[in-house]
């Protein structure tokens, strides 16, 4: 684990001892976000109801319905008596234990990292999103074994985190195209293509091209039709536009970014053509709300391992604890806005 700026002087067993209670901390707060705080909270809990009461008979007709592990661990932990809040526990554990595991091996420092997870991703992913959650923990592992040149068992890890998490990081399958240090013309060409697309409404040629598909397989009633329906809700260009507040902010980071992209280790070049990836999307889908947002979120989720060189970028005009402190108040203001103002916690 990285020197802390903020803690200069624990020593190495007391990091340790901090990062592990932080990691209990994370898990239990998840736990009780997600079971009775969270906008899905009702949601998550009506279906550990229904798919646990229904039994194992039910399990080969509802599989088509819902991901395997959601689906497997709610019957069997109703059958064996626990009520809905060992779900949520279990996906917490599980998720935030691979996410913390990553942040200590991969980021420059695991503190300013785990600042930003929690300003932003925390609430978003393991208290409200428990799927989503899961399935981005496991995919940004699978960039692991990409970053040591292991295609195969990347590939295998998404697929797998696909279909037992969520079906939407498939599209993760798409960083075998960008795994070095070239790809990032590549990448710069798709943003500036994304932008002369601009005045296109991409949304309607999903929405046809989709309803095709489903017609001419006569697939109803499959995941593909949650897609179509997912292109269908309204517009999103008036608030998460290419120009909003959250769009200017990621090109921020993206302009910060680009200064280090020769200091990158491989795994730290992974994130940053992810990264890329989450502007060209937030770019391209602009008319189609929910699909900008999650593929946003989920090759934005690699900003957590970058934050240090926005640090490092920052002490270049202050001093190293001031660009730390400063930072740890924005994210707290970040925090403060997604919980009270978005309202991603009901309390």
Known sequence: MTTMPVEP????????????????GFILVATIISSSFSKDSENYNQMYEVLGASGWSAFYSEVFQREIFFLVVSKALYQLGFGATSLFFVHAAVSLSVKFYLIDKYSKDSFLSLAYFLSYYF??????QLRFGMAIAFVYLGLHFLAANKRISFSCIVILSALLF???????MVMLLFTSKKSLYWLLGMIAFAVMLYPLNFNIFMQGLTLNVI??????????????????????TLHLGIFSRHGLLIYFFG?????????????????????????????LLKDSMDLQVRFNDAFGFSLVFLIPYVHRRL?????????????????????????????????
């Open 166 to 172: 969520h079906n939407a990081v498939i599209i993760f």
């Open 215 to 236: 017609d001419y397989f006569g697939v109803e009633g499959t995941r593909l039709n949650r897609l179509h329906a997912y292109l269908l809700r309204p517009s999103s």
């Open 9 to 24: 002087y624990f020593s190495e067993t007391t990091k340790k001892y901090f990062y592990l209670g932080s990691l209990i």
């Open 255 to 283: 302009i910060v970014l680009f200064k280090y992209r020769g200091a990158f280790n491989k795994y730290e070049t992974l994130c940053f053509n992810a990264f890329l990836l989450s502007i060209f999307f937030w770019i």
């Open 123 to 128: 609430i978003l992913h393991d208290c409200t």
């Open 315 to 347: 002490s270049e005009y202050i001093s190293e604890r001031n660009a730390y402190i400063l930072l740890l108040l924005f994210f707290s203001a970040y925090l403060a806005k997604f919980i009270f103002y978005d309202k991603m916690v009901v309390l």
